[in-house]
């Protein structure tokens, strides 16, 4: 592995740690909110990108 990239590299450990900070920051409570608030987010990306691509395809034709 590069030099470089190994700070990148992501483990368990590493993904433990930024689930407790997640935790200690926003609470048990506040979390499912902030998945549907992304989740949303997603799937509203999803769908502009699909009708870019439908735009794209009636423009060739």
């Not at 450990?13 to 689930?19: E, F, G």
């Not at 409570?29 to 691509?53: D, H, Q, R, V, Y």
Request: without cysteine; proline residues 5%.
């Amino acid at each position: 592995m590069n030099m470089y990239m190994l700070p990148l590299a992501i483990g368990a450990p590493q993904i433990i740690l930024i689930v407790v900070v997640v935790l200690l920051l926003f609470g048990g409570k506040k979390i499912p909110e902030l998945m549907k608030g992304l989740g949303g987010g997603i799937k509203e990306f999803k769908k502009a990108s699909k009708e870019e691509t439908k735009d794209g395809e009636e423009k060739k034709d």
